[in-house]
């Protein structure tokens, strides 16, 4: 079992910054790629970014390339997500994600409203 909590939504203008976090516990983090998805209101869920088990190799989707960050403290059992430049079109939920043998575990999600 993985429980995974996510942290730091909120209400931001259009070029403003937030920082997203996600708390893992249960299983050894260490060991799984993480990655952070969201959904906008009567939209699908859609990938963000993702980062391997030594947060040595990420990826992003073409929409926030440049602008977000994703990063992993192991120590800390923690991933995160800065998110810079932020546009009206970032709004949405926002989702941590842990896929192990198959099997995905999501967080809770956190609420992300870009104000234009």
């Known amino acids: 079992q993985v429980q995974l909590v996510d942290s730091g939504g909120g209400l931001v203008q259009a070029g403003g910054s937030l920082r997203l976090s996600c708390a893992a516990s249960?299983?050894?983090?260490?060991?799984?790629?993480m990655g952070w998805f969201r959904q906008a209101p009567g939209k699908e869920r859609e990938f963000v970014a993702a980062i391997n088990w030594s947060g040595g190799i990420t990826s992003y989707a073409d929409s926030v390339k440049g602008r977000f960050t994703i990063s992993r403290d192991n120590a800390k059992n923690t991933v995160y997500l800065q998110m810079n430049s932020l546009k009206a079109e970032d709004t949405a939920v926002y989702y941590c994600?842990?896929?192990?043998?198959?099997?995905?575990?999501w967080g809770q999600g956190t609420q992300v409203t870009v104000s234009s």
């Open positions: 249960g299983r050894s983090f260490s060991s799984y790629g």
């Open positions: 994600n842990c896929k192990i043998a198959g099997y995905d575990y």
